[in-house]
């Protein structure tokens, strides 16, 4: 019997995208070293903000955003519609995606100071420490690859 095309525009959902991300994607791995290196820069990435004004974009979601996508606003397209780019990043499915200029903004700081490609040395590091890493990637960083808009 063929199933209806029953289509709903919205509902309440209680799936997280951490459900949808099978267990053995290979992402998984390299978001949990990305984690460790983001708490090991919570204490600089404190710093370069002031306690008071506007919130801006979580560093931490920033930096785990830093994909090899041509411009930032398909950065931002991709974000809105990609389940699994949303999971890596740490956003929830209801949460809207950045204005394409408050993320180049808040982008360039992180890489003006350098935090950035401290960020992505230590997950390279934790990667190579795991063996899963081939020689290109060791390199671009030594001979001063930096991270930064594709």
Same mark, same amino acid.
């Given at each position: 019997?063929?199933?209806?095309?029953?289509? /709903?525009?919205?509902?309440?959902?209680?799936?997280? @995208?951490?459900?949808?991300?099978?267990?053995?994607?290979?992402?998984?791995?390299?978001?949990?070293?990305? !984690?460790?290196?983001?708490?090991?820069?919570?204490?600089?990435?404190?710093?370069?903000?002031?306690?008071?004004?506007? @919130?801006?974009?979580?560093? $931490?979601?920033?930096?785990?955003? /830093?994909?090899?996508?041509?411009?930032?606003? #398909? #950065?931002?397209?991709?974000? !809105?519609?990609?389940?699994?780019?949303?999971?890596?990043?740490?956003?929830? #499915?209801?949460?809207?995606?950045?204005?394409?200029?408050?993320?180049?903004?808040?982008?360039?700081?992180? #890489?003006?100071?350098?935090?950035?490609?401290?960020?992505?040395? $230590?997950?390279?590091?934790?990667?190579? $420490?795991?063996?899963?890493?081939?020689?290109?990637?060791?390199?671009?960083?030594?001979?001063?690859?930096? @991270?930064? @808009?594709?």
């Amino acid at each position: 019997m063929r199933g209806h095309d029953h289509q /709903q525009s919205s509902m309440f959902s209680y799936l997280s @995208p951490e459900h949808r991300v099978r267990k053995d994607h290979p992402l998984r791995a390299i978001r949990t070293m990305a !984690d460790q290196a983001l708490a090991a820069l919570s204490d600089r990435l404190d710093a370069m903000y002031a306690a008071t004004g506007r @919130p801006s974009i979580p560093p $931490e979601k920033l930096l785990r955003a /830093q994909y090899s996508v041509r411009s930032e606003r #398909l #950065l931002m397209e991709e974000i !809105d519609y990609r389940l699994l780019y949303r999971w890596f990043v740490g956003m929830n #499915l209801d949460e809207p995606v950045w204005d394409v200029t408050v993320f180049t903004k808040n982008r360039d700081r992180l #890489l003006d100071g350098d935090v950035a490609r401290e960020f992505l040395s $230590e997950v390279v590091k934790q990667a190579q $420490e795991q063996d899963l890493t081939s020689d290109n990637i060791s390199q671009r960083m030594a001979h001063g690859w930096k @991270p930064g @808009p594709a």
